[in-house]
C-alpha cells in the first residue's frame, strides 16, 4: 500500500496485527456478525485505518469498505465509527491463494473507497459525471483481466483506466492513481477524517 | 466424484473456484458523497496548488502528506488458522504494489 499511495502523498504505519478464529466472522458473516466482530476488534478512531481480512465473504466477493461521512451528522455516529473500514478476503493478501488476485490489489482498491474514491466506471455511462475526477476517462463498463486496451466510451476523450487502482482489472495490471485521484482523497480526508 | 470431494475438503479449492473476477462490494455512493465529490472537482480543476507549482506545503494545505496508522485484523475459520502470515501482513502494508510484487515473485 505505501507503494502504491506514494504518489499521491499518502503513508500507512501498521500499528497492530491481531488474529482471530471464529466461524462466524470469518465466512460469510451476516449484518450482525459484522457488527459483532467491529465491536470487538476496530481500534483507532475515524482517521485511522482498520483493514479486516476474512477467510471467505461469499459470492465471490474480495472487498469492500465504508465510504467516509460525516460523524457529526450521522444517524448514529458510534455505529459509524464501528463499521468504519475495510474487508478484504484473506486470500488477496500478498503471497496467499487466489489467482490472480493475491498481489494485495485488493486492499488498495478497497483503500481507496475509504478516501472517497468511486469507481472509475461509476454510473456505468459514458455520460454523466462518472466518478467525479478529471483526469480518468469515461468508463462504461469494468474491466475484467488485463486486458492490453480497453476502449467502453469510443465517442469520448481517453481510454479506459485498466491501470487505475480503483478499476476490476487483475492486480498485476494495477498500478497508478492519477493526480487528480490523489487529490480527491486528501480533500476528502481532510474533510471527513483528519483529526476526528 | 473424486473431484467434488477434493472441492469439499479444500477451502483453497472452494475460493479458487468461487473468486473469477474481481467484485467489490462497496454500496453506491450516498447522494451528499457525491455533492462533496463534485464540489472538490470543480476546486481541483480550477486551483493552482503546490503540489503543482513545486512549492513547499504549508500549514493548511489540504496536500500536506498525509499518514494512516493502521490496524490489521485477520479473523479465519479454524481450518485457515495460521494460513495468514505476518510476513504477508507486512507485504501488504509496507508494499503492496502490483510492480514490486510482480518483480519479487518472478
Redesign the interface.
Known sequence: MNESYKPSGISFTLQSTDYTTNAAWSVSATDADEIEMKTALRKGTYEDLNLYFLSDLGGGLLGFCYFPTSLKTSADPALTLTLDGCINLAGSLPGAEVPNYNLGGTAVHETGHWFGLFHVFQGSACDGPGDYVSDTPKQRVATSGCPTTQDSCPGQKGLDSIHNYMDYSYDVCYEEFTKKQGKRMHRMYSKYRDGK | MRFFTLALLS??A???A??????????E??E???A???S??T???TET?T?DTGRSSSAGN????????????????????G??T?????????????????KH?T
Open positions: 477451502p483453497l472452494l475460493v479458487s468461487q473468486v473469477v473476477e474481481r467484485h467489490c462490494g462497496a454500496p455512493p450516498p451528499s458523497l457525491k462533496e465529490a463534485a472538490i472537482a476546486t481541483i480543476d496548488t503540489l489540504p496536500y500536506n502528506k498525509i499518514n494512516v496508522k493502521t490496524y490489521v485484523h485477520i479473523v479465519t475459520s479454524p481450518e485457515d488458522t494460513r495468514y505476518q510476513a504477508m501482513v507486512n507485504e501488504q502494508v509496507t508494499q503492496s504494489s502490483s510492480t514490486s510484487l510482480t515473485l
